[in-house]
């Protein structure tokens, strides 16, 4: 078993940063791939990025590529978002995932979920 808390979120302005960050217990994120999704209210949950166990593949969607960063520390199981130049369409709740493979593109590529962390930016 593996478990994720998100933190990091709050109340930005349009052009701000947040860094999110994802900490695992339970076991070694060594071994899992890693992704961040967000769900805005009334919508389906969005993937937004994903990383490989050891980092060297990375995946955005379109929507937040240039602006996030997804990056992670195996050393302190620990999995982050570096969002940048925050628009308020990036208002959601953002959700971290692990999966014991590859980086998937949807929710069901992964086994495991956090709670969220609320990201609301303000125009």
């Known amino acids: 078993q593996v478990q994720l808390v998100e933190s990091g979120g709050g109340l930005v302005q349009a052009g701000g940063s947040l860094r999110l960050s994802c900490a695992a217990s339970?076991?070694?994120?060594?071994?899992?791939?890693m992704g961040w999704f967000r769900q805005a209210p009334g919508k389906g949950r969005e993937f937004v990025a994903a990383i490989s166990w050891g980092g060297g593949i990375t995946y955005y969607a379109d929507s937040v590529k240039v602006r996030f960063t997804i990056a992670r520390d195996n050393a302190k199981n620990t999995v982050y978002l570096q969002m940048n130049s925050l628009k308020p369409e990036d208002t959601a709740v953002y959700y971290c995932?692990?999966?014991?493979?590859?980086?998937?593109?949807?929710?069901?590529?992964?086994?495991?979920w956090g709670q969220g962390t609320q990201v609301t930016v303000s125009s």
């Open positions: 995932a692990a999966n014991k493979g590859a980086p998937g593109w949807g929710p069901p590529d992964y086994d495991y």
């Open positions: 339970g076991r070694t994120l060594t071994v899992y791939a």
